[in-house]
């Protein structure tokens, strides 16, 4: 029998999300309590799997620890972050699938390093992002999944023009490699030919950010000031990205907790 209350977990869970996830942390704050933790259960078990998909285990007992982690959303584990999830799940009705395809999406990173065009790597998008979509939108409360799809696509593609750098040096390399020939980039490195590729994926970024953003069509207030708020973060990174000339090598663009302060009260006046 677990020794961690539902209580317990739920501080746990939140207390990783402020400290890792600092652009979902500004945007949830504003949620009802309830709905806040849900949302952040569902982050720490996300961030748990990504964790274990980019670290230091060899190989075989990197794959077995991410097969651990889909066992246990069946199990009864008594670690915080699973105790959390369930109790979000039965409050919720969020549904397994989207946790399980994360899973999946950190087994890929194991099994492929590159990506032949933006069909394959939107596959992989829906699996690490757009599962993350899938799992939020009933704990907003409503059911347009395909919007809640398509915003987490728009995400985590943001996240691969800011993160170029850091992910070469994963040995992987997300830019589909039929734009990477098509634009004549023939290594990842600053020079006319990467910005004109950045150029069009950061398009590309925002053509599926304003469709995702559809889903706040759906949403109550509370639940559009959230989902605004992060999204309006993203959008300013990649903002600052493009306004840097997509000089993406070295340190990470971020913003300051002033400029996400804006953001957020941008999203308060609507």
């Not at 990197?62 to 799940?89: M, S, W, Y």
């Not at 987490?152 to 850091?166: F, K, S, Y």
């Not at 020079?191 to 953003?213: D, I, Q, V, W």
Request: hydrophobic fraction near 45%; aromatic fraction near 8%; include cysteine.
């Amino acid at each position: 029998m677990s020794t961690v209350s539902v209580e317990a977990a739920y501080a746990a869970v939140e207390r990783i999300t402020r400290h890792e996830a600092k652009n979902f942390a500004y945007g949830i704050m504003v949620l009802p309590r309830a709905k806040r933790q849900a949302i952040a259960a569902i982050y720490a078990f996300a961030r748990w799997v990504d964790d274990v998909a980019d670290g230091g285990l060899p190989p075989a007992e990197k794959r077995a620890e991410l097969e651990r982690l889909r066992a246990a959303l069946d199990g009864e584990a008594t670690d915080p972050v699973f105790i959390a999830l369930r109790d979000a799940r039965e409050r919720f009705a969020i549904p397994r699938e989207p946790l399980a395809a994360l899973v999946d999406g950190g087994l890929q990173d194991m099994d492929q390093s590159t990506y032949a065009d933006f069909d394959e790597l939107r596959g992989y998008c829906e699996k690490v992002a757009g599962a993350v979509g899938l799992a939020c939108v009933p704990v907003y409360g409503s059911s347009d999944t395909e919007h809640a799809l398509t915003l987490g696509i728009a995400l985590q593609l943001i996240n691969i023009i800011r993160d170029v750098d850091e992910d070469q040096r994963l040995g992987r390399v997300y830019l589909p490699q039929d734009e990477l020939a098509a634009f004549g980039v023939e290594e990842l490195a600053p020079s006319p030919e990467f910005r004109e590729l950045m150029a069009f994926e950061a398009e590309r970024a925002r053509t599926h950010l304003a469709e995702g953003l559809l889903l706040l069509e759906t949403l109550d207030r509370r639940s559009t000031l959230c989902v605004r708020t992060f999204a309006g973060l993203y959008g300013e990174t990649l903002d600052r990205i493009e306004a840097d000339g997509f000089n993406v090598f070295g340190e990470k663009t971020r913003l300051s907790t002033s400029r996400k302060l804006a953001v957020v009260a941008k999203g308060l006046l609507g």
